[in-house]
């Protein structure tokens, strides 16, 4: 009995070590492509598997100062130091290390921290991380497993934006087109679209694109069936880098 025990450990010892870290997938693409409703489809399909941390960009917006504030319709939103980003590199390098985390809300309607102060998580198997700009930093990049653009035409993206933003994140028409105009486009075309050639899958028309989103969910499959991610922690989320109030 003793030399089986002694066998048995010989071959524990001699197994390769398994790192214990969450699969990252990064999921970028312009304003309204469809990012969200994307990472909604692959956690939907992921179900069965105590899946997804999402984690959004938007919820490392830094906090505007006063007179920032007092000027929010000039104030860049899309330009990447719009971001916290060494607050969301901590994030996502504990998380990669299996440590909990608090993911703040950010509140699109005050342009600020939601008074509602965090979200408390653990970490999962796979880890989501969404924005328009998660692939413009290379530490952010490099954190990353799997990196997926949303394609989606900039009319579609317009209108769907107009549509949100007047009926969910407390906008007129004016002052959405001004700030697509003046902001948001600008900032697409020198930071966001740059940044697309990082990514190892562009998905066209997004969350109409079922075939892409099957496919995507059938490698994070095989990934979490290797060695390389271990089926450790409970649950799986997603983090926006915008969480949405
Ligand atoms: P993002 O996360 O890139 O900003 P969302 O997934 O939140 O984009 O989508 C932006 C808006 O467009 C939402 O109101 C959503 O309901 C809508 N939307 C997303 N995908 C489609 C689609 N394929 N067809 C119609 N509307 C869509
Ligand atoms: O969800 P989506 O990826 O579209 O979120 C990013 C967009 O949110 C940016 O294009 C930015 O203009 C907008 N935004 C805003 N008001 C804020 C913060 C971000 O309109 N306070």
């Known amino acids: 009995k003793s030399v089986a025990a002694a066998a048995a450990k010989a071959v524990e010892n001699a197994l390769p070590e398994v790192p214990k870290q969450p699969f990252v997938i990064g999921v970028s693409g312009g304003t309204a492509s469809g990012k969200t409703t994307v990472c909604d489809m692959i956690i939907q399909q992921l179900r069965d598997h105590r899946i997804v941390l999402v984690n959004q960009q938007d919820s490392f917006y ?18 990447p130091d719009a971001f916290d980003t060494e607050q969301l590199l901590e994030c996502m390098r504990k998380l990669k290390n ?4 608090n993911i703040p809300k950010y509140d699109f309607k005050n342009h600020g921290r939601s008074s509602e102060g965090f979200r408390r998580v653990n970490t999962s198997d796979v880890v989501i991380l969404e924005g328009i700009l998660v692939f413009h930093d290379s530490r952010v990049r490099d954190l990353m497993d799997m990196k997926i653009f949303v394609d989606t035409d900039a009319d579609s993206r317009l209108a769907r934006r107009i549509i949100r933003d007047t009926v969910v ?28 050639k990082y990514a190892d899958v562009i998905i066209p028309r997004g969350g109409d694109n079922h075939v892409a989103v099957d496919l995507i969910v059938q490698h994070i499959r095989t990934k979490l069936g290797q060695h390389d991610v271990c089926k450790i922690y409970p649950n799986v989320y997603v983090i926006h880098s915008t969480f949405q109030i």
Do not use: I, Q, W
């Not at 830094?62 to 330009?79: I, M, P, Q």
């Not at 407390?170 to 697309?196: I, Q």
């Open 98 to 101: 299996g440590c909990s985390v």
């Open 169 to 196: 994140r407390g906008g007129d028409v004016t002052s959405v087109l001004e700030r697509y105009g003046k902001f948001v486009k600008p900032a697409f075309d020198d930071f966001v679209l740059p940044s697309k």
């Open 62 to 79: 830094r906090d505007l100062t006063a007179d920032e504030a007092e000027h929010a319709n000039d104030y860049n939103f899309d330009h």
